[in-house]
């Protein structure tokens, strides 16, 4: 409790937030960029530090259950077991660093933007980056939600407002996402009150919850219930097929900052929770049998609805990638399908598939962020999203073109990236699962190098096309500017940093993960992690 | 000495008449007369203090209950078992004058723009404001019918206070010919309900079948007679025209836009929380022992409410109908809490926080809607509100914060109200009315978001509609009053979003 660490979180949560209401009491434009640069930095350096700050599992007093930097903030709802309770376990910390770090690319990008009423756009961002870093800083699962829809409801409007389609397409895509996002946050809402209620215990704090259900378990019907709910709540928030619509088309239409942080970190949230939620609390919820009343009555586990649903994300959504001629909906679509390995992880309940969703996380987060910043960064240059009016850009910028090949292979799953950590051992944990769901899932590697590396083609290397050209000479492209290619590269950093030294962040996952699975059977390929 | 023996009961009532129990209602009717009289002694050049006066005198009275919260009267019947005191009737005297005070601000703004007289305006609000208070303390079928009464017909005349608009005429006389046929069935239920309790042949029969500590007696004693739910019933259908819940909101859209719009506010936030104040008094406790057919008729009204108000409102673009027909889907969860709390008593706590998260939230909105405005003050627009945000930041912050703290959307109070309603109707195992509310909070985004994307998305159609349709006026200056008490109102739902604090520990630890 002493830990001056433990006043951190509140303070990366609270900066963003206090320099958001500063900017909206009227502070004029220069000195707004000035409080949001700090009030970007300040959540990712507390980040980076707690991290270089982690403890070991055991030098977590017992009472915390592996929650570091433990703080509680009384708010006036006690007496329904409501507290703002902060902390980090393995899980959370990845997560709480890729939000503070996709958020200061986002914001610095946001920055040298140029948008248009650009303070408000700002306003938005920090309101957008304090939710994040309280959603992956909570231990209480009420402001857990509660934080995640302080994220989430900006987006729409920002969508709306700075999107980068046309008038009706940005209203459009707005509407949708809020229409479905808000159905998934209701279904998971729902989910989160009933353990609250039929755990017992009537609270929300994740560490009473999991000593009470460890105790003495709700029933196999109810954690199955539960789960089902929790699944296609969370679900419809992580775009899983086939609720994932909203997704390509949002991420297509929002402005570049804004699917940084959605696609890169908030989307995050519905596996974060099903991580760190339903397979800790809800042991059984997703291996008893469900029946599945359609085609005359399906009989199968959530989990394996789960997996065959996951490879649709694999499969269908792959090859629709594929076929995508708009470089920003290519990116959307990748993103959906890369949900997919995720998915799959977290099907197989073990300690290594979810060690490896959470590693994937991170990899994908900011691979997918680096991807649009750089997608926008090309649109300046070549005025549009159509892959086949581009071409030949590398010529002019040279750095642009190596970054963006960097990204694609990230993104790929290729070795020395963060994504490849998360994606190995995944695959791993599946074949224990199904070595068929395995086989298919591979493919899915397959399909991403080939969209992903055509897309390097089309923009970068050949002729330029004769759109292109005439674009080129009205305005000659030039490199990225300082502006653009610091978030590049601190996002490429982090990459590269988690790629090549995972331990620094699968020790405490798989710590974390192995006490809070501990009902779950231990595959033996486990300790590959911790390798 | 017979005289003096057929005089004691008199004597007694009389000795109950503690004036002081009631001394907030005497200071507003003191109030109500003081602005009349004002407006025949000042002249026409002083008569803008009448509104400050009147805001005056109800800060002052909301002072006084404030600190005099804790009466000594409370838990006490006074006037010979006329009124109770609760915690919950002094929370809905607070909630009361509180609301009494916004409407007369707004009133402020709404009789300037449209050059209508004053001190009626006032005089009338504060009276009704009294009423309502006596309403939600009462514990007497006769008060209960009388304060309702003077409730209603002081809506009549605010109602259709633009004399010269037709949509105001005709709200007006809407409002008159359903109310009047609402005060019939109420009526009908209370002869019902006093009828069967005199009935000598049933056990408990009571002669004081208007007094509801009687009442609750009687009703205990015979819980499956026909007559008494049937009265019951009729009552509560009397009570569910003032939340506005289906099916008896057939009023509501027209009735709104008619309304000039401090009054519509005034409607959608006063009538509706003394509608629960009521019902939660009858429903909770008079007529407990008939919740074997009560509990069903409301949960059927909860289901229809939430849906019919969401999706009537789906489709309107006058936002004054819009307010009203979301308002009636905020009837239906405040419902969900009220059934919930038949088998948790403290959802009673989620009831009233979702009242005052709504009465923030509600003239929040009607704030800015009584600055936004078409031609005449029934022609409000989603089309006016183009550009909004761009023209007038404050005005388009101040009504997003309103916008999403009806839509219940974190940091706002209007999540929390829903959240706790949620969490005690999950409690209460009501599955099936959770269902529908969670679908109805999903319709309702549409709406809400629409209304917000009208005000703050970039929109080339809203400039055809301004080059086309009849010349829109512009927007007034916001008075340093009013956008004072807005930024506090917002401020208000902002900080209650997440920080409950004692209120919240109070209202959920009864």
Redesign the interface.
Same mark, same amino acid.
């Given at each position: 409790m002493n830990d001056p660490n433990s006043q951190l979180l509140i303070l990366a949560i609270a900066a963003p937030l206090v320099a958001a209401l500063v900017i909206a009491l009227g502070l004029s434009d220069r000195p707004a960029r000035v409080v949001a640069g700090v009030a970007f930095a300040i959540p990712a350096g507390v980040a980076l530090w707690l991290w270089s700050r982690f403890p070991a599992y055991d030098a977590i007093p017992a009472g915390h259950m592996g929650f570091a930097f433990y703080s509680l903030h009384a708010l006036g709802l006690e007496k329904m077991g409501i507290h703002l309770t902060l902390g980090l376990n393995g899980i959370s910390l990845p997560l709480f660093v890729l939000a503070g770090v996709v958020g200061l690319a986002a914001g610095l990008y946001a920055l040298q933007s140029g948008a248009e009423r650009l303070r408000i756009y700002l306003l938005l961002l920090l309101v957008m980056q304090g939710g994040l870093m309280g959603a992956f800083a909570s231990i209480d699962i009420f402001f857990f939600y509660f934080f995640h829809e302080l994220a989430l409801i900006p987006t729409f409007i920002m969508v709306g407002i700075w999107g980068t389609r046309s008038e009706s397409e940005n209203r459009y895509a707005a509407m949708k996402m809020a229409v479905y996002l808000t159905a998934g946050a209701m279904l998971s809402l729902i989910g989160l009150i009933a353990i609250y209620q039929k755990s017992g215990i009537e609270s929300f704090d994740l560490i009473n919850l999991r000593t009470a259900l460890a105790r003495s378990p709700m029933s196999v019907g109810v954690q199955k219930n539960i789960f089902g709910l929790l699944i296609f709540g969370f679900g419809i928030l992580v775009s899983l097929w086939p609720f994932h619509t909203w997704a390509p088309l949002g991420y297509g239409a929002a402005p570049s900052s804004t699917a940084m942080l959605h696609a890169g970190v908030l989307k995050k949230f519905g596996l974060y929770g099903l991580i760190q939620i339903a397979l800790p609390l809800l042991p059984a919820g997703g291996t008893s049998p469900v029946v599945i009343p359609l085609f005359g009555g399906v009989h199968t586990t959530w989990t394996g609805l789960l997996a065959c649903l996951a490879l649709g994300n694999v499969l269908v959504i792959g090859l629709v990638t594929m076929a995508q001629r708009d470089l920003k909906q290519m990116i959307g679509f990748s993103s959906v399908m890369h949900m997919g390995y995720a998915f799959l992880g977290l099907a197989t309940l073990s300690v290594v598939g979810a060690g490896g969703v959470v590693m994937l996380m991170v990899g994908h987060g900011l691979s997918v962020a680096l991807l649009f910043l750089l997608a926008t960064s090309i649109h300046h240059r070549t005025q549009t999203f159509e892959l086949s009016e581009m071409g030949g850009l590398a010529q002019k910028a040279p750095v642009l073109a190596a970054l963006f090949t960097a990204a694609t292979l990230a993104s790929i799953g290729l070795p020395g990236f963060a994504n490849f950590w998360g994606e190995f051992t995944i695959f791993v944990s599946l074949w224990g699962f199904s070595p068929w769901v395995t086989a298919l899932a591979v493919t899915g590697i397959v399909i991403s190098a080939v969209y992903g590396l055509r897309a390097v083609a089309k923009v970068f290397f050949g002729q330029p096309t004769p759109e292109f050209a005439k674009v080129a000479a009205a305005r000659p492209p030039a490199d990225l500017g300082l502006g653009e290619r610091l978030p590049a590269l601190i996002l490429l950093a982090v990459l590269l940093l988690v790629g090549f030294w995972p331990r620094s962040l699968s020790d405490p996952v798989n710590q974390a993960l192995r006490h809070s699975l501990s009902h779950s059977e231990s595959a033996p390929v486990e300790t590959i992690l911790a390798r | 000495m017979p005289a003096a023996v057929t005089l004691s009961p008199l004597h007694d009532i009389a000795a109950s008449n503690d004036w002081g129990a009631i001394f907030p209602e005497l200071l507003l009717a003191g109030l109500a007369v003081l602005v009349l009289v004002l407006e025949l002694v000042l002249p026409r050049t002083q008569r803008a203090l009448i509104p400050a006066l009147s805001l005056c005198g109800l800060a002052v009275i909301l002072l006084g209950l404030g600190i005099n919260f804790h009466t000594a009267y409370l838990n006490q019947d006074t006037f010979a078992g006329l009124l109770h005191h609760s915690e919950g009737g002094q929370f809905m005297r607070v909630f009361f004058v509180l609301t009494a005070m916004l409407v007369c601000l707004l009133a402020t703004v709404t009789l300037e723009r449209h050059a209508a007289p004053g001190a009626e305006f006032y005089h009338l609000v504060i009276v009704i404001t009294a009423a309502l208070m006596l309403l939600a303390q009462s514990n007497h079928f006769v008060l209960l019918f009388v304060a309702l009464e003077t409730v209603t017909v002081g809506f009549y005349i605010l109602v259709s206070y633009f004399r010269t608009s037709s949509a105001s005429l005709e709200g007006g006389l809407k409002y008159l010919i359903l109310s009047a046929l609402s005060s019939a069935i109420l009526l009908f239920g209370i002869v019902l309900l006093y009828g069967v309790a005199g009935n000598r042949a049933l056990p408990g029969a009571t002669g004081e079948g208007m007094s509801f500590s009687a009442l609750r007696g009687f009703l205990a004693a015979n819980p499956h007679n026909f007559l008494a739910n049937l009265g019951a019933v009729l009552v509560l259908a009397g009570v569910a025209f003032k939340i506005g819940a289906v099916p008896f909101q057939f009023w509501i859209p027209d009735v709104y836009q008619g309304a000039p719009t401090p009054v519509t506010a005034f409607l959608a936030v006063g009538s509706k929380a003394a509608g629960f104040a009521v019902l939660m008094v009858l429903a909770l406790d008079v007529f407990r022992p008939l919740q074997a057919v009560i509990m069903p008729a409301l949960s059927l009204m909860a289901v229809a409410t939430i849906l019919v108000g969401n999706l009537a409102a789906l489709t309107q673009s006058n936002v004054k109908r819009l307010m009203g027909l979301s308002g009636v889907s905020h009837a239906g969860y405040l419902l969900v809490g009220v059934i919930a709390a038949y088998r948790e008593p403290s959802a009673v706590g989620a009831v009233y926080f979702y009242l005052l998260a709504y009465l923030f939230a509600s003239f929040t909105v009607f704030a800015v809607m009584a600055h936004v405005s078409g031609a005449s003050d029934a022609d409000q627009d989603l089309e006016h509100y183009a550009n909004l945000a *761009?023209e007038r930041p404050f005005l388009g912050?101040i009504l997003a914060v309103g916008l999403?703290s009806l839509a219940g !959307?974190? =940091?706002l109070a209007g999540?929390m109200g829903k959240?706790?309603v /949620?969490?005690f109707a /999950?409690?209460a195992g009501l599955y099936g009315l959770?269902t529908v509310a969670?679908v109805g909070?999903?319709i309702s !985004? +549409?709406y809400y978001?629409?209304w !917000? *994307?009208a005000a /703050?998305? =970039?929109? *080339?159609r809203a400039l055809d509609f301004a080059a086309s349709g009849a010349p829109v006026p512009a927007i007034p200056r916001v008075s340093g009053a009013v956008a004072v008490a807005m930024l506090l109102l917002a401020a208000a739902s902002l900080v209650l979003g997440? +920080?409950?604090? =004692?209120?919240?520990?109070w209202l959920?630890?009864r």
């Open positions: - | *761009r912050a999403g !959307i974190p =940091p999540f959240l706790l /949620f969490i /999950f409690k959770l969670l909070v999903v !985004i +549409y978001f629409g !917000i *994307r /703050f998305f =970039p929109s *080339r997440f +920080y409950q604090g =004692p209120l919240g520990a959920i630890a």
